[in-house]
């Protein structure tokens, strides 16, 4: 082996050395491991919401019809049923509410990032008509599909829909919990 190889392996060992060494001290000292849950930070009174946006199969949803026609909350909950999402009911609006838009979530504290994912599936923008209840327990959106309901975004349509919409919208009176 000649001079310069021997000095060439010496100083890649040694970068390679100094490389472990930075790296090892960067993970003993970060400051962000442990911090999960923003949840302590939230003011007095305020609701802590789950604003992590699952994958359809995670996401359950009862769907309702809020339109004068029939069959449109089967026709939803197929297609929503063929992209993964977990369909627990398929009826009339229990609250007898015609929605006049596509499409109205309504949801809780559990639910506010499965929501924001429903949305991109809808194509409708974070303003679109939304009923957040902060008492509400259970791990269900309910969609109640209005008169101008057609037809769920294609993949493409929906994974445009998901990053023009960035990250969920914070409901009044909540803070990010998870």
């Given at each position: 082996m000649t001079l310069s190889r021997v000095r060439a392996f010496a100083?890649?060992?040694?970068l390679l050395l100094v490389a472990v060494i930075v790296v090892t001290w960067a993970l003993m000292h970060d400051k962000q491991a442990g911090s999960t849950s923003t949840a302590k930070s939230c003011p007095k009174g305020y609701v802590a919401v789950d604003t992590r946006q699952p994958p359809p199969a995670d996401i359950k949803v009862n769907v309702y019809n809020g339109t004068d026609e029939t069959g449109v909350a089967a026709k939803a909950a197929d297609g929503l049923a063929k992209e993964k999402f977990k369909v627990l009911k398929t009826?009339?609006?229990?609250?007898?509410?015609?929605?006049?838009?596509?499409?109205?979530?309504?949801?809780?504290p559990k639910t506010v990032g499965a929501a924001h994912v429903l949305r991109a599936y809808f194509l409708v923008d974070a303003d679109a008509p939304a009923e957040f209840d902060p008492k509400r327990t259970d791990d269900v959106v309910d969609v109640v599909l209005g008169a101008q309901f057609k037809q769920l975004g294609s993949p493409t349509e929906v994974k445009q829909k998901i990053s023009a919409l960035r990250e969920p919208q914070l409901p009044e009176g909540t803070c990010a919990g998870k």
């Open positions: 100083v890649v060992g040694t009826d009339n609006d229990p609250k007898r509410k015609t929605v006049k838009g596509v499409v109205e979530l309504r949801y809780g």
